[in-house]
C-alpha cells in the first residue's frame, strides 16, 4: 500500500507520516529533506539557493545522510523552499523518491506533491492541513524547545512566506490532489489527529487493512 500524505509546513504531516509508517509497518520518506538537503548543501557552499545552477549542482551531488540536524533548522526550510521551485531541481530529486514509494509492500511519503505527482496512483491520499496561526504557534513552540530565541511575529512572517511560495510556484505546487481527503488538524491533539488519519484511510483507501 503507498500512502501519500502532503500539505503546507507545521501541518502535522510528518507526524501522521511516521506513525501511519509505524501501524502499517511500511517504510517512510520525509521529501522535505531531500529539498532541504539541497538547501542547506547550496547555503554551505556560501551559494544562493534561488539559483537554479547552483541549486541543480547541489541535487545531482546529493549525499544519502539524511540525520544532519542542520536540515531541521528554519535556514534550511527557507533554503529548501527556495530550491523546490526550481523544475530541473525538483526533476533531479524525481527518481529516488518514485523508487522509494515502488518499494515492494509499498511506502508512506510525506511532502507537496506526493499525491499529485510523485505517486498519483497512490492507495490513499491524504492532505493535512491547519490554520497558519495553529502552525504558526506550532512551529514557534519547537523552535522555543531548541533553546531558539524568536518571536511568534517573526515564525508568522515566516510561514505565510513559505505557504505563498510553495503555492504559487509554477513546478508541482503545493495542492490538493483531487483524490485526496482533507485532514485539519488545528483542533486536534497528536493521538486525536493520528487516529482521524486512520480511520480516514481505513474508510476512503484502497488495500488498507482494518485494524
Ligand atoms: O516539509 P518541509 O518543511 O521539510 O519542506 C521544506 C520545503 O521543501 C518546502 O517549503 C517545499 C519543499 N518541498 C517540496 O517542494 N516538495 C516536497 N515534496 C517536499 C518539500
Known amino acids: 500500500m503507498i500512502i501519500a500524505v502532503d500539505g503546507p509546513a507545521a501541518s502535522g504531516k510528518g507526524t501522521i507520516a511516521r506513525a501511519l509508517a509505524r501501524h502499517y509497518e511500511l517504510p517512510h520518506l520525509d521529501t522535505g529533506l531531500l529539498y532541504r538537503a539541497v538547501g542547506l548543501s547550496v547555503l554551505e557552499a556560501g551559494g544562493d539557493p534561488a539559483s537554479p545552477e547552483q541549486a541543480l549542482e547541489a541535487a545531482r551531488h546529493l549525499s544519502s545522510a539524511f540525520d544532519d540536524p542542520g536540515l531541521k533548522s528554519e535556514a534550511a526550510g527557507k533554503a529548501a523552499s527556495l530550491v523546490s521551485v526550481h523544475p ?8 529516488r523518491q518514485r523508487h522509494f514509494a515502488g518499494r515492494p509492500g509499498g511506502a508512506v511519503l510525506d511532502g507537496r506533491d506526493i499525491g499529485t505527482v510523485i505517486a498519483p496512483h497512490a492507495d490513499a491520499k491524504l492532505f493535512v492541513t491547519a490554520s497558519a496561526e495553529v502552525r504558526a504557534a506550532r512551529r514557534h513552540g519547537e523552535l522555543v524547545r531548541m533553546g531558539l530565541d524568536v518571536s511568534p511575529d ?14 504559487s510556484r509554477s ?14 488538524t488545528s483542533d486536534l491533539s497528536i493521538d486525536a489527529a493520528i487516529d482521524a488519519a486512520l480511520t480516514l484511510i481505513q474508510t476512503h483507501g484502497r488495500n488498507a487493512a482494518n485494524d
Open 88 to 95: 530541473e531541481v525538483r526533476a533531479a530529486l524525481l527518481d
Open 154 to 167: 517573526a515564525v508568522m512572517h515566516d510561514i505565510r512566506s513559505r505557504d505563498e511560495r510553495d503555492s
Open 171 to 184: 513546478a508541482a505546487p503545493l495542492r490538493m490532489a483531487e483524490d485526496a481527503v482533507l485532514l485539519d
